[in-house]
Structure formats: C-alpha cells, structure tokens
C-alpha cells in the first residue's frame, strides 16, 4: 500500500471542517504564547536545576555518551564552526518550523491538520518536562566542568547575549534552565520528517535527514544542552505522535458541540420571531431543474414549449369551482 493512500486513510479517520488561514493563525499564535508564558512561569530552584543538570552529566559518563565536550571543545576552539552554529541556534528554530507549517498548509492541506495537531501536542508536553524537571544547561555550570558558552563568546558576530538565543538585553524574558527536553532537536526532528515524507525533491528529502542530526550537534557545541536533553526531545515528539489521534479527535467532539450550541441557539432565536414556530429552508433550489440542466427562472430549454396560462375557472351553481371547457 502506497505512502499516499495510508495518509489519505490517517486523514480521513477524523472530521474534518475546512482550513482557514484566519482562524490557523490566532491558533498557532495563542498555542505558542502559552507555551512562551508557560516556560518562564515554569523557573523553578536554581540549585535544583544545577543538581538535575550534573545528574545528567553523571549519568551520560557513565554510559560512554558525553559527546557534548569534544564538540564544545571544537566550537570553541573553531569560530568557522563556532559562530555559524550559533547562528543556527539562535534563529533555524523560530525560522524553518513555520515555514514547513506554511508550506503544509498551502501544499499538503490534507496532512496539515494531523501535523500541526503532532506539533502542539508535543510541545505541550515539553512545557510539563520544564515544569517538573529544571535542568542547568552545560553552559550554565561552573567552569569547573569544562564547558564554554559559545554564544557568549561569539556574540559580537549575532543579536544575541549571554543568555541563549534571547536578543541582547532581554535574557530575562526568556527561562534558561528549560533545557530537558530539548524542543530544539524535537522540532527538528518533526520538520524533518515533514520533509522526508511530504517532499518530492531528493534535496528536499536529504534536507528532513540531516536538519534534525545537525541541530543535535548544534545544540550539545554550543553547550545549550545534553545529549540526553536530546533524546528526551526526540522522545517527546513520539507521545506527541501516539495522543495526536486522540487529541484530534476530542477537538472534533469540542468543535461539533459548540456549534451545535450556536445552531441552536440560532435556530430558537429565528423561530421566536415567528410566533415560536421554526423556519426550515425549502430543501429545493428556486432555479428550474430538468434533465440534468439547470436554468434560471424564466429562462427555456431549446425547444422546450411554453407553458399556457392557466383557465379561468367557473362556478358550477354548488359553489365549488369547476374548470371551465
């Protein structure tokens, strides 16, 4: 079975109403204004989130999987390197993601809605790991540990300051031990799969491999996060994609049932104008339908006779109206 006819199936499995960019928009907007709200409501302890963050270097040394120094180390040590993976930090993420939700809309509006649904939902359940696990990234430990903050160092190439990816002087609006998971790789990872599914191009196909498997290396040289904080994205992006059905699904029976409630509310408010009865509207067009033609009043089909004017009727002497011969 095709590719093709598996999403046509997976799209038809949930109800649909029809996409409009006007209510996609505010929707996108207020889903991600949340999520922004959410990470900075969700600062918890400092010390906390320094004892998560050597927790989970511990635990990557003692599996052989600290990848995130030796890649430090080069960016550091190689601006060639250095600068242009923070700049692939600080803006690919706000960048290539609506831009492939664009680019679903317009082209594949059939997957659209299945895959913006996979994209809130996990990132939803992003915000409950930064709630409930603060976690120090390696460029916020002390140097002890060996780690260089490389978008403080190169921050005389970019926009950015000492904190992350936030614009000079505005490190305070953002929540910088939100680090597991690492939503930069899980977005990734979701725009990648987006293009190796949906692309047509051998380019745009070889471009959904190797976005996510760069902005992993990316995030651990620039020290921003661990590679564990990787895997927990790419995590993330799978329950994502297990509740996507059923996420969809409840939004439908939500959606039905507020417009239910406006119908009705309609339709009571049109028959108390009339004296409590309901107006239904005739089933059957004003337009004249014959044969599979469909013309507008008045208007004959060649060769179609006229219809003759009824005759006046006369009165048969017992009051009731006869036709007259």
């Known amino acids: 079975m095709s590719q093709q006819t598996d999403d046509a199936r997976r799209a038809e499995a949930i109800p649909r109403t029809r996409l409009r960019w006007w209510t996609e928009l505010p929707l996108i907007i207020l889903v991600y204004g949340a999520y922004s709200a959410g990470r900075l409501l969700a600062r918890g302890d400092v010390a906390q989130a320094v004892d998560h963050g050597l927790s989970i270097l511990r635990a990557e040394k003692a599996v052989h999987l600290n990848l995130e120094h030796p890649l430090n180390r080069l960016f550091t040590r190689e601006p060639w390197l250095g600068v242009p993976a923070d700049f692939w930090y600080a803006s690919l993420h706000y960048v290539v993601t609506p831009a492939v939700l664009i680019w679903l809309f317009r082209r594949r509006a059939h997957l659209y809605r299945a895959a913006r649904t996979w994209l809130m939902t996990s990132t939803m359940i992003g915000l409950i790991g930064f709630t409930l696990l603060p976690t120090c990234p390696p460029r916020l430990l002390s140097a002890g540990h060996g780690f260089v903050d490389t978008m403080a160092q190169y921050s005389s190439y970019g926009w950015w300051g000492g ?3 936030a614009p000079k002087g505005m490190g305070g609006m953002t929540n910088q031990y939100a680090a597991m998971p690492s939503l930069h790789v899980g977005w990734a990872l979701w725009c990648g799969i ?3 599914r949906n692309g047509r191009s051998p380019w745009v196909k070889a471009a959904g491999v190797a976005y996510p498997l760069i902005t992993t290396l990316v995030v ?4 921003n996060h661990y590679f564990f904080d990787a895997l927990a994205g790419v995590a993330v992006m799978g329950v994502g994609f297990l509740l996507t059905k059923p996420v969809m699904r409840v939004a439908a029976r939500i959606r039905n049932r507020v417009n239910a409630a406006f119908a ?3 339709v009571g ?3 108390g104008s009339t004296g409590g009865s309901t107006v239904v509207p005739s089933a059957t ?5 014959s044969g599979g033609c469909q013309t507008s009043p008045g208007e004959r089909i060649p060769g179609q006779r006229k219809a003759s004017a009824p005759s006046p009727s006369r009165d048969s002497g017992d009051g009731a109206a006869t036709p007259a011969r």
Request: no cysteine; proline share 5%.
């Open 163 to 165: 904190a992350a990816s």
């Open 285 to 289: 067009p004003s337009s004249i339908v």
């Open 269 to 271: 408010s049109t028959g």
């Open 264 to 266: 009705g509310g309609a």
């Open 220 to 223: 651990m040289g620039t020290a």
């Open 194 to 196: 987006m293009l190796w």
